[in-house]
Every structure is written in C-alpha cells, then in structure tokens.
C-alpha cells in the first residue's frame, strides 16, 4: 500500500462500487471512459475507481475546499494529466450541458472522517471545536445558528424530522432554558447539555448522535440536495451508464429509491433490492454499519457482472 492509499479516508462498501462501476468503465467498446464523484470527500472511492483503468477520465465536486486542496495535492499527476478536473461546488448543480455524460457516477452522502474526527470542524460531539456543521464552511448558517434562533415548534420539527428522536422535548426545553444565560457556541457545549438531560441509553451510542445528525442535515440541506439532484445525473448518464448513491439516513435512502422508480423511462434499478454493507466491514468499519447503497442504471443496458449484489 503506498503512502497516498494510507492517508485517504477509508470508503464505505468500496468492493461493491467496484464491481457495479467495472462493467460501465471497462468495456472495451468505449476509448474514453468517464466517471463523476458528486461527493469527492478524501478522495477514497475516486482513488480505487480511477486506478482501474488509465482511460478513465474523471470530473469531481464538492463543497468543502480542505477536500479539494487535500486530493489536488494527493493526485497532482492525475490532475497535471488531464485526467482529473475537482471543482468547488455542490452535486445539486451538476448539469449534463456543462459538465457532458458519463459511464459511471457516484454519491456518497456521508459525512468524511476527518471532518467527524476534526473537532475544529464542529461536526464531532466527541471532540470541542465550534459548532459549525457547514461543509462548505465559506457561506451558510451554521449549527450555532440554528440552535439561537429556532423557536421550540421549530426545534421539535428539526429534531424529530431529521434525527428521527420520538420525543425531544427535555432537550429542547433544556436548549431554551440555557440559552437564555449563554448561547451555545461549542460542540461539547451542545453535547454535554444532551448528555446530561438524556442520559445513555444505548451501550456504544452516543445521546448526542441523532441530535447532531439532525442539525448536519438541516445546515447542509442534505435531504433537499439529495431530492433535487438525482433527475440531472440521471440525465447525465450515458446509454447504459450507472448512478450509484451511498446513503447513511433512512429519509435519504427513501428519496432515492422513489425518485429511481420514478424515472422508469429512462432506465430502472439495477437490483431490486437496496445493498447492505456485509458483516465484516460493519465490524471493522463503525460508519459503514448504517450505509445503503442503490444503483440506477440507464436504458441500454450492458452485461452485469455484478450479480450476486442486491440478492438478500
């Protein structure tokens, strides 16, 4: 393993994504194969996906510039070889008459390691830093932001909606009681209020989990990105090209696998069923452990050569 494969983040469910993006990126049909990553991260799956065959070409966003400078560096040679182009944006404004079709796309809409394990990034409740939460930390409101001015209708909707806790209401009253003498300015702030009203119940599940998810989502627009992107990349694949998206929430996974039915016209799901991570990686891997992934697959289609995947 070479230095540059031990830095990148580790990817969730790498070998499936393989298998499903080898078929599309490696028919000998095609002289220039071409792949998109909404969601470049530390570059994991770009890395592996890249690596399979020197005629790939691949074009990757996202929203946090410490990503994008952090695999420009790691792929220089790529880049100064025309077969890489990152760009400073976000997937929900992918569009086929700029950026053309591609054989093979992906999403993973997970939050990246260093963004959890890097306290400063406020995304960790673990660890202090200030509660922030952007992915793109150049514009938006932030967590802190949320957290002053949402009232306790609005605190009650973000809470149970987008972090899916049944009954919130002791944190919340805690929230506006407290911030009343301090706003909340700190992750460990945050965390430690939750900690102290809502106890552990959950051995190895920290009470701030769903909290923080709930609040990552909402300053990202996570589930309205997810909603508003699919139909272009769908309609940025080639004939017979493939979307794979990767999703930890069970709202997100929803919106996907409606929104691929949906567009039965042009293709259909690869796999009637959603593709869970296997055992093995749920150990060795705490965040692959929520992770399904779906696929979409245009009309015109190739031989699969991915048939044992979506069968259970």
Same mark, same amino acid.
């Given at each position: 393993?070479?230095?540059?494969?031990?830095?990148?983040?580790?990817?969730?469910?790498?070998?499936?994504?393989?298998?499903?993006?080898?078929?599309?990126?490696?028919?000998?049909?095609?002289?220039?194969?071409?792949?998109?990553?909404?969601?470049?991260? #530390? @570059?994991?799956?770009?890395?592996?996906?890249?690596? %399979? &065959?020197? !005629?790939?070409?691949?074009?990757?966003? /996202?929203?946090?510039?410490?990503?994008?400078?952090?695999?420009?560096?790691?792929?220089?040679?790529?880049?100064?070889?025309?077969?890489?182009?990152?760009?400073?944006?976000?997937?929900?404004?992918?569009?086929?008459?700029?950026?053309?079709?591609?054989?093979?796309?992906?999403?993973?809409?997970?939050?990246?390691?260093?963004?959890?394990?890097?306290?400063? #990034? @406020?995304?960790?409740?673990?660890?202090?830093?200030? %509660? &922030?939460? !952007?992915?793109?930390?150049?514009?938006? /409101?932030?967590?802190?932001?949320?957290?002053?001015?949402?009232?306790?209708?609005?605190?009650?909707?973000?809470?149970?909606?987008?972090?899916?806790?049944?009954?919130?209401?002791?944190?919340?009253?805690?929230?506006?009681?407290?911030?009343?003498?301090?706003?909340?300015?700190?992750?460990?702030?945050?965390?430690?209020?939750?900690?102290?009203?809502?106890?552990?119940?959950?051995?190895?599940?920290?009470?701030?989990?769903?909290?923080?998810?709930?609040?990552?989502?909402?300053?990202?627009?996570?589930?309205?990105?997810?909603?508003?992107?699919?139909?272009?990349?769908?309609?940025?694949?080639?004939?017979?090209?493939?979307?794979?998206?990767?999703?930890?929430?069970?709202?997100?996974?929803?919106?996907?696998?409606?929104?691929?039915?949906?567009?039965?016209?042009?293709?259909?799901?690869?796999?009637?069923?959603?593709?869970?991570?296997?055992?093995?990686?749920?150990?060795?891997?705490?965040?692959?452990?929520?992770?399904?992934?779906?696929?979409?697959?245009?009309?015109?289609?190739?031989?699969?050569?991915?048939?044992?995947?979506?069968?259970?």
């Amino acid at each position: 393993m070479t230095k540059v494969e031990k830095e990148l983040h580790v990817p969730v469910m790498l070998k499936e994504i393989l298998e499903i993006a080898s078929p599309v990126l490696l028919d000998p049909e095609n002289e220039s194969p071409r792949y998109f990553d909404g969601t470049l991260g #530390r @570059g994991g799956h770009l890395s592996e996906i890249m690596k %399979l &065959d020197s !005629r790939i070409k691949g074009v990757a966003f /996202d929203r946090d510039p410490e990503a994008l400078e952090y695999v420009s560096n790691l792929r220089s040679d790529w880049i100064q070889d025309g077969r890489l182009l990152l760009k400073h944006s976000n997937y929900v404004d992918f569009s086929p008459s700029t950026e053309g079709l591609f054989d093979f796309m992906l999403l993973d809409l997970g939050v990246s390691s260093p963004q959890l394990d890097e306290g400063r #990034r @406020g995304f960790s409740f673990y660890h202090e830093g200030p %509660l &922030d939460m !952007r992915m793109d930390n150049t514009k938006g /409101d932030t967590a802190a932001d949320l957290i002053a001015n949402y009232d306790e209708e609005d605190l009650t909707t973000l809470f149970q909606k987008y972090g899916e806790i049944s009954r919130p209401y002791r944190v919340i009253r805690a929230i506006l009681h407290d911030r009343k003498d301090k706003p909340f300015e700190t992750t460990r702030q945050l965390a430690g209020l939750i900690e102290r009203v809502d106890g552990w119940h959950r051995k190895g599940h920290h009470p701030a989990t769903n909290y923080f998810m709930a609040l990552r989502l909402k300053v990202n627009e996570e589930l309205d990105s997810t909603e508003r992107s699919l139909r272009p990349l769908i309609h940025g694949l080639k004939p017979g090209g493939r979307l794979a998206v990767l999703t930890f929430h069970s709202l997100e996974d929803r919106i996907v696998k409606n929104l691929f039915k949906d567009e039965e016209e042009l293709g259909s799901p690869l796999f009637k069923k959603v593709i869970k991570p296997t055992w093995e990686e749920s150990q060795k891997n705490s965040r692959a452990r929520s992770a399904k992934l779906r696929v979409f697959e245009r009309g015109n289609h190739r031989v699969d050569t991915a048939q044992g995947l979506g069968s259970t």
